[in-house]
C-alpha cells in the first residue's frame, strides 16, 4: 500500500517561495507509468490541479501556474518536491500530493484534474497560509 506524506512550512510570506516536499513511501515515484502529483484546496473552492511529475521525471503544469510553479524530484529520498514561487495571499489553500493520474491527456495540461478517481492514493495534505 502506497502512502504520501506531505511536509513543509505552514506560513510562508508574501513574494517567498513556497516549496513542499511528498515523501512516498510503499512504491517507487520512479515506477513505470506512475504519475505524482500536487493539487491545493484554497478555503470555500473545489480542489485545483497545480501540476504532475512523471515516472520519467518528466512534468505538466496547469496554465494558470505555469509561470511560476516547477516539481522536482529526489529519487534517492523517493520524494517530489513542489515549488511555487512570488507566492500571495490567493495561495492559501490546503495542498495535498497524491499518486495519479493513470496518464496526461488535455484534460491535465488545461489545467484540470480529470476524474478524482484516477488519483488513488493521497496525502493527508497540508495547510499553507501565505500571510506577513
Known amino acids: 500500500q502506497v502512502q504520501l506524506q506531505e511536509s513543509g512550512p505552514g506560513l510562508v510570506k508574501p513574494s517567498q517561495t513556497l516549496s513542499l516536499t511528498c515523501t512516498v513511501s510503499?512504491?517507487?515515484?520512479?515506477?513505470?507509468?506512475?504519475?505524482w502529483t500536487w493539487i491545493r484546496r484554497p478555503p470555500g473552492k473545489e480542489l485545483e490541479y497545480m501540476g504532475t511529475?512523471?515516472?520519467?521525471?518528466?512534468?505538466y503544469y496547469s496554465p494558470s501556474l505555469r509561470s511560476r510553479i516547477s516539481i522536482s524530484r529526489d529519487t534517492s529520498k523517493n520524494q517530489f518536491t513542489l515549488h511555487l514561487s512570488s507566492v500571495t495571499p490567493e495561495d492559501t489553500a490546503e495542498y495535498f500530493c497524491a499518486r495519479g493520474p493513470r496518464g496526461i491527456s488535455t484534460t491535465h495540461t488545461m489545467g484540470n484534474m480529470g476524474p478524482l478517481n484516477e488519483y488513488d492514493s493521497w496525502g493527508q495534505g497540508t495547510q499553507v497560509t501565505v500571510a506577513s
Open positions: 510503499g512504491g517507487s515515484i520512479t515506477t513505470n507509468y506512475y504519475y
Open positions: 511529475i512523471s515516472y520519467g521525471g518528466r512534468t
